[in-house]
């Protein structure tokens, strides 16, 4: 028990977890457009984990401040090796048929927000400031860059024309990773800074929830939009979002520890999942 309980947090905390979450948005990006490739999904994949543990190891400051930080700083020189593995297999798939190097034109901007996600952008007044520093940006950021880099650089690498829908899918998306970001910032409330300006530290949790709510309504506004058929895309979308709602809504400061880090980054798993059974 001991053992498994070890291999959970190593997942977790390693963020292979978060990684699998964007290999599942990238999969399920491609299969929606009847497009059958895991080289992509996998490319993503690594470089989420190669980029969190950079972030992470930019956050060596915090490390007193965070149960996971402490975690990373005792397994720092594995998760590099890791890191550096995962980076060669990516430098793999860069170099092979699979990946089109047009696609940079769309990846690049996205990539760069997860970099200055922890790197400073600029200085002000003796101090510096990156995306997350920026009040009320910060889940901004990671919403757009995530819906970038999972929706419209892989459809760009197969070619598939940035038509209505697929703007739309982009929206949905970011409006996705917004309402699974939320429950993070309820259980953050009391650690975030105060200059970070996150949701429930503007407007309070019950709002916050009210917010997640109103994303939700325009995500299934715009599945309208694209689809008037109830297809099995449709169905699985509907689904989704509602899970995701109701976990926002049940969320709270007091939640379980792996009730975000698990449960609600687990979500776009379940959804491709769903996907693949439909």
């Known amino acids: 028990m001991q053992r498994?309980?070890?291999l959970f947090d190593f997942y977790i905390y390693s963020s292979l977890h978060v990684s699998l979450a964007t290999f599942s948005m990238t999969k399920i990006s491609l299969l929606t457009y009847g497009i059958q490739d895991n080289w992509i999904p996998f490319f993503v994949f690594c470089s989420t984990f190669t980029s969190y543990n950079?972030?992470?190891d930019l956050e060596f400051k915090n490390v007193a401040k965070h149960e996971f930080l402490i975690w990373f700083m005792k397994r720092r020189k594995l998760l590099f090796l890791l890191s550096f593995a995962l980076s060669f297999v990516n430098l793999i798939i860069f170099f092979s048929p699979v990946f089109k190097w047009k696609s940079l034109i769309v990846l690049i901007p996205f990539a760069l927000m997860t970099v200055f996600y922890a790197i400073p952008v600029f200085r002000f007044r003796n101090k510096n400031y990156n995306l997350r520093n920026i009040p009320f940006l910060k889940i901004f950021t990671i919403s757009i860059a995530w819906a970038g880099i999972t929706v419209l650089f892989p459809l760009e690498n197969f070619g598939i024309p940035f038509t209505k829908n697929v703007w739309l899918d982009f929206l949905q998306r970011i409006l996705f990773v917004l309402?699974?970001?939320l429950p993070f910032d309820i259980r953050d409330l009391e650690h975030d800074a105060i200059s970070l300006q996150t949701f429930p530290q503007k407007i309070g949790i019950r709002n916050t929830?009210?917010?997640?709510v109103l994303f939700a309504?325009?995500?299934s506004f715009f599945q309208i939009l694209q689809s008037y058929d109830f297809d099995k895309i449709s169905l699985v979308k509907y689904i989704i979002i509602l899970v995701s709602t109701?976990?926002?809504i049940i969320s709270s400061e007091k939640q379980s520890k792996f009730y975000a880090s698990f449960f609600v980054e687990a979500l776009p798993i379940v959804w491709l999942i769903l996907l693949l059974l439909s």
Do not use: D, Q
Not at 209 to 212: A, D, R, S, T, Y
């Open 4 to 6: 498994l309980k070890k």
């Open 54 to 56: 950079f972030i992470r």
């Open 179 to 181: 309402i699974i970001t």
């Open 209 to 212: 929830k009210i917010v997640g």
């Open 217 to 219: 309504i325009l995500f």
């Open 246 to 248: 109701l976990f926002l």
